[in-house]
């Protein structure tokens, strides 16, 4: 479907339900309990509704792998009065009405139409991220929350972290003078395997409903739970599974939240070389990014990659493909940090004329951090929204009917800038020009027509 298409065709559905399914917006008294349900109950659905369960009533839980959903109403059987109600199919959870939030924690290419019907139906939203899987999907996010007034946060739990709110508070008050640069660094997920064989589908799980809007593939178990990650019919791979995280603090530190870059260039490198039911993600990129500074339009340009040092296990791939110095002149060129060369670990570094500040989920590093105890930022500096845990933010803000920490618009342009990347490397490392406020690529159809996805009959998100 063509993205004007798309979008008329979602503008007119969204019309079509405005009166009966949107609902009003009501705030929820300081005693009233809070009814919450989970989409999507693997391993990080499981942990995100732990940790709702502190500020309110489990009440559903619907996951396409029935015993996941199970599993979920056991562990709450002795913690709570009421016992969970287990779905297969979210939709009928969602006409239950004693839930009042979703926590949606389901692979990437469910994220969109779970959330949106959500809202639709009254519900406010936690939504992991990656917030969408392309960007036409997010500008259609975006509408709805609007539309429907609902509290939309994102996942983006570093949001809520000191050491990335101190980073961010130093870096747009000059601690490090004019910002330069900006390396965003991911850890090495091998995504070396395959081919992998057709296998029987397992009992409980509807494998046609997992695939959802995706092309329809035999099931194997490598395109479920925590390695979905690595095959592009469901996700972006590691540019928006942990791009989404950093890119998001960067885009702090920039003062970029509500706008995006105007180049980009990314090359990557794909193990399994495109064969048959293999992982199909790459595993190493490096992308340059070229944004104009607020106030000045002088240029910030980030630097997005994997680190080759920093390894990571994950989903049980163990295996990694050796990087050649030729593969790596090829990926990095020449016009990078010298920084990347000296780093082996994950996370955020802001480059200034006067200093630098590297942080990750560890701690804040540099010369401005270190000074700041006996050199505070004074009482009229520019601040960060406080937030110490994401998760009663978002209940907060349920009940205050407040924009959270993370919201739909600001994670939108977060993870379109992953989008773009991809894009970019799908496309041979082509340098693409972007219109940020237009939110398309001014010198190239084909990469326009990549910024949707063909949705799979009866799976459509309107």
């Not at 009501?26 to 942990?47: D, F, L, Q, S």
């Not at 619907?62 to 199919?89: G, I, M």
């Not at 995706?214 to 490598?222: E, F, I, R, S, T």
């Not at 804040?364 to 933010?393: F, I, Q, T």
Request: glycine share 8%; hydrophobic share 35%; proline share 5%.
């Amino acid at each position: 479907m063509k993205r004007r298409t798309f979008l008329k065709s979602a503008a007119a559905v969204s019309a079509a339900f405005h009166a009966p399914l949107f609902v009003k917006a009501e705030t929820k008294g300081a005693n009233e309990r809070i009814g919450i349900a989970i989409v999507g109950c693997g391993g990080m659905g499981t942990g995100d509704i732990k940790s709702a369960a502190a500020f309110g009533d489990v009440v559903a839980a619907a996951d396409a792998y029935l015993p996941h959903a199970e599993r979920t109403k056991q562990f709450f059987a002795d913690k709570q009065e009421n016992p969970v109600s287990v779905y297969l199919d979210y939709r009928k959870l969602l006409e239950n009405k004693d839930v009042d939030a979703v926590i949606q924690a389901t692979p990437d290419h469910w994220h969109t139409k779970i959330n949106i019907d959500a809202m639709r139906a009254g519900k406010d939203v936690y939504g992991e991220k990656p917030f969408t899987l392309t960007v036409t999907e997010g500008q259609l996010v975006c509408k709805v929350v609007k539309d429907t007034r609902r509290v939309f946060q994102t996942g983006t739990q570093q949001r809520s972290g000191k050491e990335f709110q101190t980073a961010v508070e130093l870096v747009r008050n000059g601690r490090i003078g004019k910002l330069k640069d900006v390396i965003v660094a991911l850890p090495w997920c091998s995504m070396l395997g395959g081919p992998f064989p057709a296998q029987p589908v397992p009992q409980g799980l509807d494998w046609d409903l997992y695939q959802g809007q995706a092309p329809v593939h035999d099931y194997c178990p490598q395109r479920c739970h925590s390695i979905f990650r690595w095959w592009y019919e469901y996700t972006g791979g590691m540019a928006t599974d942990w791009g989404n995280h950093h890119v998001d603090i960067a885009h702090w530190g920039m003062n970029v939240e509500n706008t995006g870059p105007y180049s980009v260039e990314a090359r990557g490198i794909f193990p399994n070389e495109g064969k048959a039911d293999c992982f199909n993600t790459p595993d190493r990129f490096y992308a340059q990014l070229k944004y104009r500074s607020p106030g000045d339009e002088s240029d910030i340009t980030l630097h997005f990659y994997i680190v080759l040092g920093d390894q990571f296990r994950f989903g049980g791939i163990n295996d990694y493909q050796e990087t050649t110095p030729e593969q790596k002149a090829w990926m990095w060129g020449k016009d990078y940090p010298s920084e990347m060369d000296e780093n082996k670990r994950n996370g955020i570094m802001f480059i200034g004329d006067n200093g630098r500040i590297f942080i990750n989920r560890g701690n804040v590093y540099g010369k401005a951090a270190e000074e700041l105890k006996e050199n505070p930022l004074p009482s009229d500096a520019w601040r960060v929204r406080p937030s110490n845990n994401h998760m009663k933010n978002f209940f907060d803000c349920i009940r205050s009917r407040e924009v959270p920490v993370s919201p739909a618009d600001i994670e939108h342009r977060t993870v379109s800038a992953c989008h773009l990347t991809n894009i970019s490397m799908r496309l041979g490392g082509r340098k693409l020009l972007w219109d940020a406020d237009k939110e398309q690529f001014t010198n190239d159809a084909e990469a326009n027509s990549m910024l949707q996805r063909e949705q799979r009959k009866g799976y459509e998100i309107v």
